[in-house]
């Protein structure tokens, strides 16, 4: 029931058959229906059209009353030429109330997501004297408004002034509110000087009987709404002096591509011979200065978020999904669920198999607290090869336990090819090797997550775990670099430094080209000359890039790439400095090349029939691989904070002691301690 403080709207073309209610100081049942509403309707189009044959009905009264022939001929004319008054298109009831309230016509569908058809905008368009959108400006409304202009072209569409979403308005009746200490007759003018500004998509124009010309205006609404922006990029320092930064930008369903002025001009082209617009369009377009850097500046900025990472979760992007990991589950979902923004470049031109989640290893703890894990499937070539890396003891259970029959060891390394752990060996050897491969696994969701800890800020070390004779002893084609090749099949963009670079020290600008948007930073094959305390500060703070005929900037700590590393060699600066800031993982030498202590040569593409990552088209690998990523990824997750799944450190420890205390001080040690046989006469 009604009352002077709670008041109810009911409006109908029927009452007897239903009615739509609005309440406005009612927020959990505002809008509402008694009786049964049609599936579709237009709210206020009824009316209109009453309108329009009540018009008709009385200039048809008024033509047959009058014997004036001139009266007639002139009643005909204003007949011909009538229209009804604006009509604006609302988001609902509560704008299509508010526009009424100053004397508009107004029409409204049930629900925003509805589109007026072909017909009735025809009808509209015909008979009145003009027909705009009035849309709200949240993102919902935006998307509907753009829509509907894209549907019909010469719609004109006016948007609310962006102090509204500012002060958490997103509508016309959050406009009439704002403005509610304005007299009447003042809101009416502003509300007239607002629709002055209103946009339509067709931006070209004749006037006069002149040649056609563009409306820059009208362009760069139609470059909206088909996704056209201008960005500038962020930056950690600005030279006040020098010129705006600024590039050009398309984003279809938050994927954000680099666009350039002709490619602009050349979208546009082809959208007009799509929509069968004439030659003398087409020459415009293509003889118009509309598109040249100076003019496109205006276009609207945007703002945009590529963060795609918490402090508990990170997204990776494929043709068809994106993923989601979190410790707790690993999703797939579609662009539309996407609420940053990701550049085409970054995405990984695979499409995946959406149901390939199923576990790749489980892992656990025995009873004495010990890292074990059950391998699960067999089907992923890079976890094989992950496998096969932590082999450390692959003397003893495929050459040593055979030693004797050399046939059946070959026909057992056939039939366990890709196997962690063997009944030819202890438990603690098996364990050993479980860990190693553990370890990887974490290093790897490690790079793969791109939030930084600063309690946690490692540089991965990828080092041999063969014990080593001389710091010269290099184990070349055991698999250092393919572990990071996995990763860069999802971490395209890194930055790779050569270490064996003789500047490497000395090198000002040895980190220009990295960004934010650098993924990692490679040093591969580092020297052993070189002390890798040199890189303690970019580790564990923050990265000043020094960039070539440009001033320098500076990546904060969580901003900075993470740190990756390949060696051959120990560390000869062991200090705890240097320790808390490493994350060691170790190949086996199960991979080597033909060479002294060694029966044969044992290439990576042995195992597999062709060199790892070289999928053959239509192959299964690339889902599997990056669905054993991503749980390389949730593994790290849910490990990091209280249980660092470390390498055994055996052999790290003595090939770094062999690399603190040098080949000289060895070789003396060797010849020092030696034994001496006494004689016993």
Not at 87 to 97: E, M, N, Q
Not at 132 to 139: A, E, F, S, V
Not at 269 to 294: H, N, R
Not at 498 to 526: A, S
């Amino acid at each position: 029931k009604a009352s002077d403080t709670w008041p109810i709207f009911a409006y109908t073309p029927n009452q007897k058959e239903w009615v739509k209610l609005y309440t406005p100081h009612d927020k959990e049942h505002k809008h509402g229906y008694l009786g049964t509403k049609p599936t579709r309707y237009v709210h206020g189009l009824e009316r209109l059209q009453k309108m329009w044959d009540a018009e008709m009905k009385d200039f048809d009264e008024r033509i047959k009353k009058s014997e004036d022939a001139v009266e007639k001929l002139r009643l005909g004319k204003e007949k011909q030429d009538f229209k009804l008054d604006t009509v604006f298109i609302a988001s609902g009831g509560s704008d299509g109330l508010n526009i009424a309230s100053l004397g508009y016509n107004a029409i409204w569908l049930n629900s925003e997501g509805e589109q007026l058809t072909h017909e009735e905008y025809t009808w509209l368009t015909k008979h009145c004297k003009a027909l705009y959108n009035l849309p709200d400006i949240d993102k919902p409304g935006l998307k509907y408004a753009y829509k509907l202009a894209e549907k019909y072209w010469s719609l004109k569409t006016i948007y609310l002034p962006k102090k509204i979403a500012d002060k958490n308005g997103k509508d016309f009746r959050d406009w009439m509110r704002f403005n509610s200490q304005m007299d009447f007759r003042s809101i009416q003018y502003a509300f007239s000087q607002m629709c002055n500004g209103a946009l339509k998509m067709k931006f070209f124009e004749r006037q006069d009987k002149k040649a056609l010309r563009v409306k820059p205006s009208y362009l760069h609404y139609f470059l909206k709404v088909k996704g056209f922006y201008i960005y500038y990029p962020e930056k950690q320092f600005i030279n006040r002096s020098a010129e705006q930064d600024f590039i050009f930008v398309r984003i279809n369903d938050n994927i954000v591509y680099q666009e350039f002025p002709n490619t602009m001009r050349k979208f546009c082209e082809l959208y007009m011979i799509e929509k069968g617009q004439t030659v003398e369009v087409i020459d415009l377009i293509k003889s118009t200065t509309a598109f040249t850097d100076k003019n496109l500046m205006s276009l609207d900025p945007i703002e945009l978020n590529f963060e795609n990472f918490t402090h508990d979760s990170q997204q990776y992007y494929f043709d068809n999904v994106f993923a989601e990991v979190t410790a707790d589950k690993i999703e797939y979902k579609t662009y539309d669920k996407l609420n940053t923004y990701v550049w085409n470049d970054k995405i990984v031109r695979h499409t995946l198999v959406k149901n390939d989640l199923t576990p790749f290893f489980e892992y656990s703890k025995d009873d004495n607290g010990k890292h074990r894990v059950n391998i699960l499937r067999k089907d992923c070539e890079y976890m094989n090869f992950l496998i096969n890396t932590s082999r450390v003891h692959w003397r003893k259970e495929l050459e040593e336990y055979f030693a004797d029959d050399p046939e059946a060891g070959k026909k057992y390394h056939d039939e366990n090819r890709f196997r962690l752990t063997s009944d030819h060996l202890s438990d603690d050897e098996n364990n050993e090797q479980e860990t190693h491969f553990l370890s990887k696994l974490f290093a790897i969701g490690y790079m793969l997550h791109k939030a930084k800890i600063r309690s946690f800020a490692r540089m991965l070390y990828i080092m041999d775990n063969a014990e080593k004779e001389s710091d010269e002893e290099r184990n070349g084609g055991s698999g250092k670099s393919m572990i990071m090749d996995g990763v860069d099949c999802v971490l395209r963009n890194r930055f790779r430094v050569d270490g064996m670079n003789e500047n490497l020290l000395t090198d000002r600008f040895l980190w220009d080209g990295v960004t934010k948007e650098t993924d990692y930073i490679l040093i591969e094959d580092l020297a052993a000359k070189f002390d890798i305390t040199f890189l303690y500060n970019v580790i564990t703070s923050s990265i000043t890039v020094n960039k070539k005929f440009s001033s320098s900037f500076e990546l904060d700590f969580f901003n900075a790439p993470k740190f990756a590393l390949t060696r051959n060699f120990g560390l000869r600066n062991i200090l705890r400095s240097t320790l808390r800031r490493i994350l060691f993982i170790t190949t086996s030498d199960y991979y080597h090349p033909l060479s002294p202590g060694y029966n044969e040569e044992r290439r990576v593409s042995n195992d597999f029939g062709h060199d790892l990552f070289a999928w053959p088209k239509g192959s299964k690998q690339p889902s599997v691989h990056y669905a054993f990523l991503l749980q390389c990824l949730q593994f790290y997750l849910q490990h990091r904070s209280d249980n660092e799944i470390l390498a055994p450190s055996g052999n790290i420890d003595i090939n770094n002691m062999h690399a603190a205390i040098g080949d000289h001080f060895n070789d003396w040690a060797d010849n020092y301690f030696v034994e001496t046989i006494q004689d016993p006469d």
